[in-house]
Nanobody
């Protein structure tokens, strides 16, 4: 079993920054693969950033150059640094960790970007 706890969401003005964190606990001791997803009202959940093998990163086109995914110390926390936020970034953000053939999700954290 893996538990994921997200934090760092909030209300920010256009152009501002936020850093989300996702900390894993339970049976996992190192997070090598993680995805950050978001879901806006009335829309499907979409992946915005992913970390693979603790090293490789990938980003949705809509966030490239503005968001950065990284792993912290200890290696059970992964961050999503979000800069130059736009109103269209408003959504609930979730982290997902695959572990032992199961996908674990965090509870979500709300990010609201105001104009």
């Amino acid at each position: 079993q893996v538990q994921l706890v997200e934090s760092g969401g909030g209300l920010v003005q256009v152009g501002g920054s936020l850093t989300l964190s996702c900390t894993a606990s339970g049976s996992i001791f190192t997070v090598n693969d993680m995805g950050w997803y978001r879901q806006a009202p009335g829309q499907q959940r979409e992946v915005v950033a992913s970390l693979t093998a603790g090293t490789w990163t990938n980003y949705a086109d809509s966030v490239k150059g503005r968001f950065t995914i990284s792993r912290g110390t200890p290696k059970t926390t992964v961050y999503l640094q979000m800069n130059n936020l736009k109103p269209e970034d408003t959504a609930v953000y979730y982290c997902k960790v695959p572990f032992q053939r199961h996908d674990y999700w965090g509870q979500g954290t709300q990010v609201t970007v105001s104009t």
